[in-house]
């Protein structure tokens, strides 16, 4: 398999969305679109686990696409908290149909805020998986004023967490998938960037899906 990557612009509520589509010289199987970390806190799609996240869709037959949400990069408009960059990762999905096929399942992941958004995003879009790194469900840490409220989410959705995150602490993911009976894929002595373990959270994408045909 031959990967091409390739600049893409869409445009959003706040202007234009930057981005990087994973295209593979093999027919896509589906459409994955990831998304990032808290701006505010340096989160861009070219940070280790939204790239890794990507790379192991790519692999795994789909067309992905990576962006930054608005104010990062060279993406227009500012920072809200949540509800703009929701419609930024709306406005991508839309893009990704429209140019690949709207026919083609979907999947949605995103790392820490950019999972919060993609639960946000899954409401509305309704993909057929949803894959979830660190995500911020709760309370971030005291770094920033931000505080959080996910979604409940489908029961395929598969969400990875490091056991010692000092972001988003395991405890707040735990109850937030508690009511849900939702497992939860915990990675002893992990931290929230996963320093050392992105082979280890690839795997554990890659066999999610083994034998699913997507």
């Known amino acids: 398999m031959l990967v091409s990557l390739q600049k893409f612009s869409v445009a959003g509520t706040a202007g234009n969305i930057e981005g990087i589509a994973h295209i593979s010289d093999e027919a896509p199987r589906a459409i994955a679109v990831v998304a990032h970390p808290l701006p505010v806190m340096g989160g861009t799609m070219e940070n280790k686990v939204a790239t890794t996240?990507?790379?192991?869709?790519?692999?795994?037959?789909?067309?992905?696409?990576?962006?930054?949400?608005?104010?990062?990069?060279?993406?227009?408009?500012?920072?809200?908290?949540?509800?703009?960059?929701?419609?930024?990762?709306?406005?991508?999905?839309?893009y990704a149909q429209d140019h690949f096929g709207e026919d083609l399942p979907l999947i949605l992941s995103g790392f820490s805020f950019g999972g919060?958004?993609?639960?946000?995003?899954?409401?509305?879009?309704?993909?057929?998986?949803?894959?979830?790194?660190?995500?911020?469900?709760?309370?971030?840490?005291s770094t920033t004023e931000l505080k959080v409220v996910a979604p409940v989410v489908a029961p395929n959705t598969l969400v990875i967490h490091g056991e010692q995150d000092e972001v988003v602490a395991l405890g707040e993911v735990l109850d937030w998938a508690r009511p849900q009976h939702l497992p939860i894929?915990?990675?002893?002595?992990?931290?929230?960037?996963?320093?050392?373990?992105?082979?280890?959270?690839?795997?554990?994408?890659?066999?999610?899906?083994?034998?699913?045909?997507l």
């Open 53 to 94: 996240l990507a790379k192991t869709f790519t692999e795994l037959g789909c067309v992905t696409l990576r962006f930054n949400f608005r104010g990062v990069g060279a993406s227009e408009g500012e920072f809200t908290g949540g509800d703009g960059e929701l419609q930024d990762m709306i406005a991508v999905v839309r």
């Open 116 to 141: 919060y958004i993609a639960t946000r995003a899954a409401n509305q879009l309704h993909p057929k998986h949803l894959v979830l790194a660190g995500p911020a469900v709760g309370r971030f840490a």
């Open 185 to 213: 894929v915990v990675l002893p002595e992990a931290g929230h960037y996963f320093h050392g373990r992105l082979a280890q959270l690839r795997k554990i994408v890659r066999k999610h899906f083994l034998g699913s045909g």
